[in-house]
């Protein structure tokens, strides 16, 4: 089975060569590496012609121009002819066997339409927590998509092997806040989606994923959705589910209203949006005479929450 590894790249020649090597040195056999560069200005273009150069696997394209992120997504899913495809973060990496694990898990359950390895992630070097294990197997569409938005955080499931045919169903990827769980709860509404918590990809905390500003600013979003994104991703959620993507046409009008409505409220994450919400007044009690403390005690509370995070 041909499994094609898409890694979306821009200026990140330093980390590169990691992900590469960990694609080059999965278990798998059949594999095709395609590299999307989105007009790097550093050494990205050197590195992925030599290692084309060194093996035939490897297949590297350059945009004339930096198309954003979004759409340089959009062209790996499409240009990946593999009959399942894993997309790779250009700064992260996976252990040899995550590949041939997660086909395992795919050719275990016909159910399942996308199988991941569990997120290990790091800061500096050093191990900063694991991501979430979902298992989202129920034989109703639905109630799939609604437990996926209601339990997904740092969304490391997207970086799993997906079955080809389910993303030709679910593209393309739209270029807004929360797109990457836009895609996952489409691949759920198709079948069974799960983490093996036997296999790793380790992914770097930084980068433009780093907070909400970062994001928006990538996408040329308005500034002001960082102040309420739990209401912009939940915004998106419902427009998606209720009339913006044909995956969801089975479920009719009214089905799809229904899933639009209960999937954007599962979405939200009330403490973040409470947190989001009081912030700018807390901010400003902490700027007057001997405010200090409020603001430090306002920042122990958020971190014991794990509030202010990225929703």
Known sequence: MLVSIGIPTYNRAATLSRALDSALAQTHGELEILVYD???????????????????RV???RHPHNIGP??????????CAGECVLILADDDWIEPTY???????????????????????????????QGLAHDHREPDPATRVRGYLATVDDNGIF??????????????MPNVLGNDWL???????QGGIAVRDDVHIHRELGGTSADVGSILRTFGAAGWQQRVPQLVIAYWVWRDITWGHPVYAPLGRVGRA????????????WTHLAWHAITPTVARLAARPRGRPVWAAYERLTRSLGAGQRP
């Open 99 to 129: 590949v041939a694990d997660c086909i395992a898990a795919l050719a275990a359950d016909s159910s399942l339409v996308l199988a991941a390895g569990r997120a290990q992630y790091v800061r500096d070097g050093h191990p900063s927590g």
């Open 159 to 172: 970086y799993g092997v997906i079955r080809r045919q389910t993303l030709e169903r679910v593209r393309p």
């Open 183 to 189: 895609h996952i709860a489409r691949v759920a509404f």
């Open 70 to 79: 979004t759409a340089n997504f959009n062209c790996l899913f499409e240009a």
């Open 258 to 269: 229904r899933l639009g409505a209960r999937g954007a409220l599962a979405s939200i994450r």
């Open 38 to 56: 989105n007009a790097s200005r550093d050494e990205t273009a050197e590195l992925c012609r030599r290692y084309a150069a060194e093996d035939a």
């Open 59 to 61: 297949r590297y394209e």
